[in-house]
């Protein structure tokens, strides 16, 4: 039963006459998440997780034409039965669920299955086809538990003060920022970035609780900064603005980072393997849990993966699609007098 296909705008629901994820505008678009190679401008109508809600509307502009609903909520759509179930990618991602005529279908968007407890966790949902991305779909990439990067994040900090230095970590305004917010929560004063400042804003607009920061402001005091904590976009790493912060040592949080040569290209002090994607086993146990019979692959390394799984008796094919990594997102409200 033929209930999607692949075009080139997006991943379209036949029956449905809806597109999941679309990158160029359409009627009807049903969104995983808030970000920016997921979520995009110009759709006449929204769908999204309730959490999603104020998110999109953040990025996208408060007057567009958005509805949300709330995880395994269901919604028919021209006959489908649509559902969001936890993608725990960041706060308000969501797989999307396609029931037609009893024929499942489940579209990951981006996800990760470990524990981060800040977003709801990930829950596998069994299907007869899964569409999954594959961002970190080689066996190289293998993230450590949350309580081990948390500790490592910590003493890095501490020692950072020991030696009279200002810890700056750098992670995408959506998901990186507020993972980190929620590792570093308690250690000492945590200031951000208005750009992450203001997402947190429209986070916290659902109702969400976060971790307790304070807005850097352009024309900060250097001794209020001095030994704490800051957090900024990876795009200002270099710029006017960081290089005001009073002995700064500099971190990097991204997958990434499993690779010790992308620390030494990113030229920080310091890189953790911080991720909101799967990993290679968490993609595999993701893949299993569905028990789908077919299993499409998206962004990433997909070619390895798609292998991988036909190989291991899993029936798989590469998809091609406009989707990108973290790099590709965001900083669009980052104010370009401080970037330089």
Same mark, same amino acid.
């Given at each position: 039963m033929k209930i999607v296909k692949f075009t080139n705008k997006g991943i379209y629901c036949i029956p449905g006459k809806f597109y999941l994820d679309p990158w160029l505008p359409v009627d009807y678009a049903i969104i995983s998440h808030g970000h920016a190679d997921h979520a995009r401008r110009g759709m006449k109508y929204y769908l999204c997780q309730n959490d999603s809600k104020s998110i999109l509307?953040? +990025?996208?502009?408060?007057?567009? $034409?958005?509805?949300?609903? !709330?995880? $395994?909520?269901?919604?028919?759509?021209? !006959?489908? +039965?649509?559902?969001?179930?936890?993608? !725990?990618?960041?706060i308000g991602s969501a797989q999307i669920r396609l029931e037609y005529k009893g024929y499942v279908i489940v579209f990951t968007g981006d996800y990760k299955v470990k524990n981060d407890y800040l977003t709801i966790p990930y829950e596998p949902v069994k299907c007869h086809e899964f569409i999954t991305e594959s961002t970190f779909g080689l066996p190289i990439y293998n993230w450590l538990d949350?309580?081990?990067?948390?500790?490592?994040?910590?003493?890095?900090?501490? $020692?950072?003060?020991?030696? $009279? +230095?200002?810890?700056?970590?750098?992670?995408?305004?959506?998901?990186?920022?507020? +993972?980190?917010?929620?590792?570093?929560? !308690?250690?000492?004063?945590?200031y951000v970035h208005s750009a992450i400042h203001n997402l947190n804003n429209a986070i916290e607009g659902s109702g969400i609780l976060l971790p307790e920061t304070e807005l850097l402001k352009y024309d900060f005091k250097k001794e209020s900064v001095q030994n704490k904590i800051v957090i900024l976009p990876p795009a200002l790493l270099g710029s006017k603005l960081l290089k005001k912060i009073p002995n700064a040592a500099t971190a990097i949080c991204s997958g990434w980072m499993q690779i010790r040569g992308n620390r030494r290209w990113q030229g920080v002090d310091a890189g953790f393997a911080v991720s909101d994607h799967a990993d290679w086993n968490g993609l595999l146990s993701a893949v299993k849990a569905t028990e789908a019979e077919k299993v499409y692959v998206t962004h990433g390394s997909q070619a390895v993966f798609s292998k991988y799984l036909n190989e291991i008796g899993i029936p798989s094919a590469e998809v091609k699609t406009e989707y990108g990594t973290d790099e590709d997102d965001e900083d669009v409200n980052i104010d370009k007098k401080v970037a330089s």
């Open positions: 509307k953040h +990025r996208l502009g408060a007057d567009i $034409n958005v509805q949300s609903l !709330g995880y $395994n909520e269901p919604k028919v759509v021209n !006959g489908v +039965r649509v559902s969001f179930f936890p993608a !725990g990618h960041t949350e309580e081990v990067i948390q500790r490592q994040m910590q003493e890095w900090v501490a $020692n950072n003060q020991a030696n $009279n +230095r200002t810890s700056v970590f750098l992670g995408y305004s959506l998901g990186k920022a507020q +993972r980190i917010m929620k590792l570093m929560e !308690g250690v000492d004063k945590m």
